[in-house]
């Protein structure tokens, strides 16, 4: 691949690649964190948090099957909490990988190579996450597995006109295709690791995975095709995930769900998060494992840009269901609008509001876009508003719907909280342990972005 | 309906007294056994001492001793689990008399029975000592469901929420199990022994140190047994004391014709009926089931409608259905009813009122005078005699007298007021003058006034022997010597009188579950005839009554129509006494600045206080502020704004120098400068549900004050308390200042001009490019129902008719304050207009069936269906839970088992259940089904007759018991079914119609019928 790549050194912007890199000091660099990096003493502290962290959520979730759904704030009429606040913002982050792998990979955005991998392991993590709360969510979690199609003695299908099942087959699909990817992608370095591991078991366990790589041109050929396929395969998968996330809320005749411009509106919600989740993770282990000269500026500024730009589609959507509120006439639509700013969530309205749309604002300005704490501030902000916003969509729209009489409230326990922070913990806790033992960045893709490995072509343009 | 049964439970006996007494248990010597061994020697030697007989008889002695776990601080839910190891406890001392089981099948099938096929009984449910005639559904022999008895003239059909929610109190774990002396079992023979030598003693003194303290009673044949007694025994008395009684009603009568006579209404000829805090449509009024079906009858604006005006010192459902209603302190009440009276010419002198009061006096006696004859004054039980009296000289001018008014004899056998009644025994207690206390029922030391002393007269020495005969071991039972299990109506044998007079033979369907007694049984035991069932007693006293040969005939004919003809009470001709009512003392209320008007309520819910440990009636939401729980301090808007109050803010009320603190309740519509608080809370000893719900205001009742009095302090305190109220908002109100049109409503003119205005366009059919899923119209039955508005009074017998008839869990204050109470039939209430005069608005919201059902398309497991009938099934074993059906539904009737709520341990809960509803786990999801199981049943017995189902034979659980004939059930595709008559009015109208969810329960719109006088003046 990248055979019509711009050179970097033509390039005047701050470059993908520091200076001064040569093959081997790439592979070196990024093979030795795993390899021959001393486990220090941050990395267990850390760990060890996480890791209760999601031993919580293990203890949560125990907790929840032995004692039903009741352990949560949830009632009538707030049926969905927590639990579908977090689905959906887990796997809106959770499109952030693909989009780079696929979606960049396709539009020859060379700057990716330093990124994807790890956006695409977040991707993977902040899928499983997601993929907990469905399951959880049921009041009889045993019998879950009804929502697939699978031939039975009853002879009864799942209702193939309801969303949740139409989610089913999204998100398993989802996480297959990236899984495959994921994986497919991380072969070649695989045998990296292989050949330069000295421990015999690591050897052999690389030596496993690896799947036989040898880096022939045969081989060569082979994965590139394969990784267009699926490059081409997830692209539509970005787009059709959250769409059909979205059709769960917009299929219903709740005010506040029943909206035309939820799946475009929440593909873009997804976006923003999930390159949010990219810098936040980003900003730190670059510093940590001293990676700034893989992912530079450049990336951090690209990344802050796609966040603008999918932020101010978010904040489009938002003025169209105020515009619908007053233009549908309806009075339960302009009723809802009113709701979310006076009723009595407006602290978390005007939370999200400033969250999604007026703190990222000020990435307009160069200067937040590369600073990094800035930068690592606003993602954490657009993190928490993107939560807040699936918090409104799912608690507030349900509070307070067609029957006055009916009206609720919802106030989270401390089983919520919980499962929410335990599934931040064990994404943390995969994410500890990816960067030990997996090449965060990609080093054959990263080769690629040397000036020898264009070396051909330099001198065909000199010629 | 079938034949009665004498004997209905299983022939057999199960063990019916308690082991003799056996060696004591050496406790001491028990814990040095225990504290010798550890590890699994420690476990064995436990098990041992569980298996030994010692330790047999100290659970024995010690179990119905150990009021301690009472006091447990259970949750409400942790009660249902408990509930199972209490049981387990239970059966360890052998104490417990279940029905027999049959474990074979009949050799010989019992003629009449068939399994799975309910059998119903006519008994009575008595409430203050008024009779609720009813019939009562029974599953091999376990009584399941009540209903009211169709044929009385006191029910049609109709019942009301205590009658409902009884059958509960029957399976009841909490009742006292054991005949118990100073806390120790002992068996019923141990009793009759102890009693004879103090009742020789005291036939030799003619009886001088008997005192027998009974509720009212109506019963012919206990009054008869009573009076006997007394008869052979001079000296002995009989005292009666009720804390809600009708001391004000009687001495009403007696002010105003020298007799006490009973005051009965028929409203169905009432064209204006005025109500002086009078809330007859709601249950405890007696007669209220009748009069709301007389009162809803009229209630049809094509025909001629009747107008209600309602003037009360508490909002009540009954002011809420008023065409005018008129908030005003109980103690101004007098003037105002004066006023009229003098405007309508029954009284002399001149009474000025001014404003509002006196605008609406002017009115409401101009329209009463209009309808000479055809108008009625209601005067609530609380307002003093001379109110009474008043209304009785206002009926008696205006003709009402044998037109709608009538006057009986009383229904009350002994009407003597209950609080002198109370004084003279509580004054013989402490003279040392009773020998033998034998309370009869009731709970005297829990709701007796506080002024009157006799909690702490009975707790003293004063008397010798004290009897209490009870359901529970409650607060009463904790003061004497000797509790005796007091069997539930549908275990006993008796009688008792419904408003009108009209006796009914109260029979069981069970044999006591827990060995208890009658109050028959007891007074056979004091006259030292053992061994006299209640069966007999009521049979005997009968046989005199009727003496003949067809008495056979006559007695079974009692039971089966379950009323025995001709004892309904004739009207009596009785005159006024002359020289008008003189003013009552408490007429004048004080004015001192900080104080305010006090005034005390029985409970919708739990009544006096009786109904504590019914969890069906505490989990009811009242009709106004829909609490459930708890009882409130309840004040009015402007009040509340002025000591800055708000809701659940707690405050200290104090009255008559006592204090008590309560969560305050701002109610809409409640008199300015007046405090309402209810009774039947805070008791310490009601069982695991009743105890510590709520506070207890008895303690500022007095005998001076019984129902209202001035001088009240309210001061805040700071803290909050949560009041679970099952409906956060109760108005239609939207911001921008329009109405929602939920309950549609307009005025009797406005209805005449333009009768369809309540009707929303549905979009239409063929706007939509998929096809209808299914043509129902080709189908023999669609089922569909209409609820009338107009008709409906709020009175909650269908939620409690609905809990039983469906097995709908309880599930306790914690989880009611989290949104997840289970009934599948609310009653929603709202309020419109001014906060301090609104109207008011009942509609009953079952599921609606729509076709295009919103929860059906989202369900991924298809556990929501559509039956060809027309009926949203839903499919618990399918149901996975993810509740995006209820999330779906506009109309929220969709309820979910979050946690496990149902009871599936207790096995007297397994008993009560109705066999033919699933009792749901955890994790489902449910919802009203149009009692499906009833349709079911009905279609099997059409198919076999090769005929249709007719519509005379299936009614709902909701329709069934609603006495105002709000609801009806039908057949869509019967062009003659009531229900389609109904849907072709022009009232008729579908909730939130604009979603196109074509709803098969519809709503016939609210029409009142105000008087255009008050209407300007109010606009």
Redesign the interface.
């Known amino acids: 691949m990248a055979t019509n790549t711009q050179i970097p050194v033509a390039d005047r912007r701050v470059p993908v690649i520091a200076p001064g890199h040569t093959f081997s000091t790439i592979t070196e660099k990024i093979s030795n964190i795993v390899l021959k990096r001393p486990i220090s003493l941050g990395w267990i502290f850390g760990f060890l948090i996480v890791f209760s962290m999601m031993n919580m959520l293990m203890v949560a979730l125990g907790y929840l099957f032995f ?5 949560w ?8 909490g927590f639990a579908i606040v977090n689905f959906v913002w887990w796997i809106g982050i959770g499109h952030a990988g693909t989009l780079i792998s696929a979606i960049l990979a396709l539009l020859r955005q060379t700057w990716r190579n330093s990124i994807n991998r790890f956006a695409e392991a977040m991707t993977l993590f902040a899928v499983a996450c997601a993929g907990i709360f469905p399951l959880a ?5 045993w ?2 597995y ?2 697939f199609p699978y031939p039975n003695s009853m002879r ?4 193939f ?5 139409w989610d ?1 087959f999204a998100v398993s699909t989802y996480l297959t295709i990236s899984l495959v990817f994921w994986f497919m992608g991380l072969i070649p370095d695989l045998a990296t690791l292989r050949d330069r591991a000295e421990n015999p078991w690591l050897q052999r366990i690389y030596g496993l995975l690896a799947m036989g790589w040898r880096g022939s041109a045969r081989h060569w050929h082979r994965y590139e095709t394969a990784y267009l396929l699926l490059a081409g395969l997830a692209t539509p998968l970005v787009l059709s995930v959250h769409t059909v996330v979205s059709f ?1 809320f917009a ?4 005010p506040g769900w029943h909206t035309t411009i939820f799946p475009p509106y929440f593909v873009a919600g997804a976006i923003y998060s999930g390159f949010a989740m990219v810098l936040c993770l980003a900003i730190p282990i670059r510093v940590i494992y001293r990676l700034q000269d893989f992912i530079t500026e450049r990336h951090l500024e690209n990344a802050a840009k796609v966040m603008l730009a999918t932020g101010l589609i978010v904040a489009y959507g938002y003025g169209m269901e105020a515009f619908m509120g007053w233009y549908s006439g309806s ?1 339960t639509d ?2 809802l609008l ?1 709701n979310r700013l ?1 009723g009595p969530y407006r602290f978390w309205y005007l939370a999200l509001l400033s969250c999604n749309i007026g703190i990222p604002q000020v990435l307009w300005l160069r200067k937040f876009r590369v600073s990094t704490g800035w930068l690592w501030l606003i993602s954490f902000v657009v993190l928490v508003g993107m939560w807040l916003e699936r918090f409104i969509i799912v608690v507030v729209s ?1 509070s307070r ?9 919802y ?1 989270p326990t401390k089983w919520d909280w919980m499962t929410f922070f335990g599934t931040i913990g064990m994404f943390l806790t995969f994410m500890w342990l990816f960067v030990r033992v997996l090449p965060m960045i990609s080093i054959f893709e990263l080769r690629t972005l040397l000036p020898e490995a264009h070396a051909e072509e330099i001198t065909e343009v000199k010629n | 309906m079938e034949e009665h049964k004498t004997k209905p439970a299983s022939s057999k006996a199960g063990p019916d007294v308690c082991p003799t007494k056996r060696k004591q248990l050496d406790f001491a010597a028990v814990k040095e056994q225990i504290e010798d061994t550890t590890g699994p020697e420690y476990w064995r030697s436990l098990e041992e001492l569980a298996g030994s007989e010692e330790f047999q008889e100290m659970m024995h002695r010690e179990f119905p001793k150990g009021a301690s776990e009472w006091l447990d601080d259970f949750s409400r839910r942790g009660f249902l689990k408990t509930m199972g190891a209490s049981l387990a406890l239970a059966g360890l001392t052998g104490c417990t008399r279940m029905p027999d089981t049959e474990i074979v099948p009949y050799v010989r099938q019992p003629e009449n029975v068939v399994p799975g096929r309910p059998k119903f009984y006519a008994t009575a449910f008595t409430l203050g000592g008024y009779a609720s005639p009813i019939l009562v559904e029974s599953h091999m022999f376990r009584p399941t469901k009540v209903e009211g008895n169709p044929q009385h003239p006191a029910s049609l059909g109709g019942t009301d929420v205590y009658a409902q929610a009884s059958i509960l109190d029957l399976y009841d774990p909490d009742r006292a199990q054991n005949i118990t002396y100073l806390g120790d079992v002992r068996s019923w023979n141990a009793l009759t022994e102890a009693l004879r030598g103090p009742m020789n003693a005291e036939k030799g003194m003619a009886g001088g140190g008997v005192r027998i303290l009974t509720q009212t009673v109506t019963s012919p044949t206990l009054a008869g047994q009573i009076r006997d007694y007394i008869q052979a025994n001079p000296m002995a008395k009989w005292h009666v004391y009720e804390p809600i009684n009708r001391d004000n009603v009687v001495e009403g009568a007696k002010l105003a014709f020298g007799e006490p006579v009973e005051t009965r209404y028929d409203l169905s000829k009432a064209d204006v009926i005025v109500s002086l805090d009078a809330d007859f449509l709601y249950a405890g009024f007696p007669g209220s089931a009748r009069y709301t079906h007389d009162f809803a009858a009229r209630r049809n604006p094509d025909a001629n409608m009747n107008r209600l005006y309602v003037i009360e010192s508490t909002p009540s459902s009954t002011g809420m259905k008023a065409d005018h209603r008129l908030p005003m302190r109980a103690a101004d009440l007098e003037s105002f009813a004066r006023a009229l009276a003098v405007k309508v010419g029954a009284n002399s002198g001149a009474v000025l009122l001014f404003g509002q009061q006196g605008k609406y006096s002017e009115t409401i006696s101009a329209d009463l005078k209009n309808h000479h004859g055809s108008s009625a004054v209601i005067v609530g039980d609380h307002q003093p005699p001379a109110v009474h009296a008043l209304a009785h000289a206002m009926n008696q001018s205006l003709g009402n007298v044998g037109k709608t008014v009538f006057y009986t004899e009383p229904v009350d056998a002994n009407p003597v007021n209950r609080n002198e009644s109370l004084r003279a025994l509580v004054q013989d207690m402490r003279g040392g003058k009773v020998d033998v206390l034998l309370i009869l029922g009731g709970n005297p030391v829990y709701d007796t006034p506080a002024d009157s002393e006799f909690a702490s007269t009975l707790e003293s020495n004063a008397v010798g022997l004290k009897l209490y005969l009870g359901s529970h071991r409650n607060e009463t039972a904790e003061y004497c010597q000797w509790h005796i299990p007091e069997a539930h109506y549908l275990e006993s044998w008796s009688d008792a009188r419904a408003y009108d007079g009209m006796v009914s033979i109260i029979q069981p369907l069970i044999e006591p579950l827990y060995g208890g007694r009658t109050a028959h049984e007891m007074i056979a035991v004091l006259s030292g005839q053992s061994g006299v069932t209640g069966h007999d007693q009521v049979q005997t006293y009968w046989q005199k009554q009727h003496p003949g040969t067809e008495f056979d005939a006559f007695w079974r004919k009692s039971l089966h129509d379950g009323f025995i003809e001709g004892t309904t009470y004739a009207a009596k001709n009785v005159s006024l006494k002359g020289g008008g009512a003189p003013a009552s003392q408490s007429a004048a209320p004080a004015a001192n600045a900080g104080s305010y008007e006090i005034n005390f309520r029985r409970d919708p819910s739990v009544y006096d206080g009786r109904f504590s440990n019914n969890g069906w009636l505490q989990e009811l939401p009242k009709p106004l502020t829909k609490l459930t729980w708890d009882n409130p301090i309840m004040i009015g808007p402007a009040m509340a704004e002025r000591l800055k109050l708000n809701f659940k803010d707690v405050a200290e009320l104090e009255f008559n120098g006592k204090k008590v603190k309560g969560a305050i309740w701002i109610q809409a519509g409640h008199p300015d400068n007046s405090i309402t608080v209810f009774f039947g809370y805070g008791r310490t000893r009601a069982g695991r549900i009743g105890t510590g719900t709520g506070f207890d205001v008895y303690p500022l009742r007095s005998s001076q004050t019984p129902w209202f009095g001035s001088g009240a302090q309210l001061r805040p305190t700071g803290d909050t308390f949560q009041l679970a109220s099952t409906q956060g908002y109760q108005t239609m109100e939207t911001p921008d200042g329009s109405t929602r049109p939920l309950v549609q409503e307009r005025s009797l003119e406005e209805y005449k001009k333009e009768p369809n205005f309540a009707k929303e366009d549905e979009p239409p059919a063929e706007l939509t490019l998929y096809k209808a899923p299914h043509d129902y119209s080709k189908e023999t039955y669609s089922w569909g129902m209409a609820i009338d508005l107009n008709a409906c009074v709020g009175c909650n017998n269908c939620i409690v008719a609905c809990q039983s008839e469906n097995n709908i869990a309880v599930v306790g204050k914690e989880q009611t304050l989290k949104g997840r109470h289970m009934h599948w039939l609310r009653v929603d209430a709202y309020y419109n207009g001014p906060r301090d005069n609104p109207k008011g608005f009942f509609q009953p919201v079952p599921c609606m069936q729509c076709e295009n059902a919103p929860c059906e398309l989202v369900c991924p497991v298809q556990a929501t269906l559509h039956s060809t009938e027309g009926l949203n099934d839903m499919v618990y074993n399918r149901c996975v839970g993810t509740r995006y059906c209820s999330n779906n539904c506009p109309y929220k009737v969709r309820r979910f088992n979050f946690l496990l709520f149902q009871d599936w341990e207790t096995p007297q809960f397994k008993l009560m259940r109705n066999p033919d509803v699933t009792v749901r786990s955890r994790g489902v999801m449910e919802k009203c089904t149009y009692c499906v199981q009833r349709i079911s049943e009905r279609r099997i017995d059409a198919e076999r007759d090769d005929t249709t189902i007719k519509e005379a034979d299936l009614q709902t659980a909701c329709q069934q018991s609603c006495p105002a004939n709000a609801i009806v059930f039908g057949n869509l595709n019967d062009p003659n079914s009531q229900v389609n008559k109904w849907k072709a009015q022009p009232r008729n109208y579908s909730l939130l119609a604009e979603l196109n969810t074509r709803p098969r329960t519809t709503y016939l719109a609210e029409v009142r019928n105000p008087n255009p006088e008050l209407e300007e003046s109010r606009a």
Do not use: C, E, Q
């Open positions: 004692k039903g759904t009741g352990i704030g949830i009632n009538i009429p707030i049926g969905w969510h049921t009041g009889r979690p019998l879950a009804w929502l009864y299908w799942p209702n006109r309801s969303p949740l099942v089913v769960d299929v219903g005749v709740v009075k302009s009723f009113w006076h349900l719907d067609f029957l006055t009489s009916s009206w609720g409230m106030y």
